[in-house]
């Protein structure tokens, strides 16, 4: 069983940044396409971000272009999301897990279960 463990999160102003990351003790994530999910309260969960495994291209849903980063460090063995210009509108529980390009979107593969997340707040 996989289990991603995601960290990072915090509250932060409008306009600030945090760097979520996202690791997998016992496997190496270089071998997967990454996705950065997140869900907010009351609203369905959206994918954000991924990466794939095989060329490291990038994708990012339309709201976070230009602000969000999706990158590996593989000699960490991490996945980061970094997330600049945060508005409040990004206040959610963000998780990371394996995906896949479906229909020129990332979306979680089907087996595995989502972990417990890490919070972000943007508020003043």
């Known amino acids: 069983q996989v289990h991603l463990v995601e960290s990072g999160g915090g509250l932060v102003q409008p306009g600030g940044s945090l760097r979520l990351s996202c690791t997998a003790p016992?496997?190496?994530?270089?071998?997967?396409?990454i996705g950065w999910f997140r869900q907010a309260p009351g609203k369905e969960r959206e994918a954000v971000s991924c990466i794939e495994s095989s060329n490291s291209r990038t994708h990012y849903v339309d709201s976070v272009k230009g602000r969000f980063t999706i990158s590996r460090d593989n000699a960490k063995n991490t996945v980061y999301l970094q997330m600049n210009s945060l508005k409040p509108e990004d206040t959610a529980v963000y998780y990371c897990?394996?995906?896949?390009?479906?229909?020129?979107?990332?979306?979680?593969?089907?087996?595995?279960?989502w972990g417990q997340g890490t919070e972000v707040t943007v508020s003043s």
């Open positions: 016992g496997f190496t994530l270089d071998d997967w396409t």
């Open positions: 897990h394996e995906a896949a390009r479906v229909r020129d979107m990332c979306v979680k593969v089907d087996f595995g279960d």
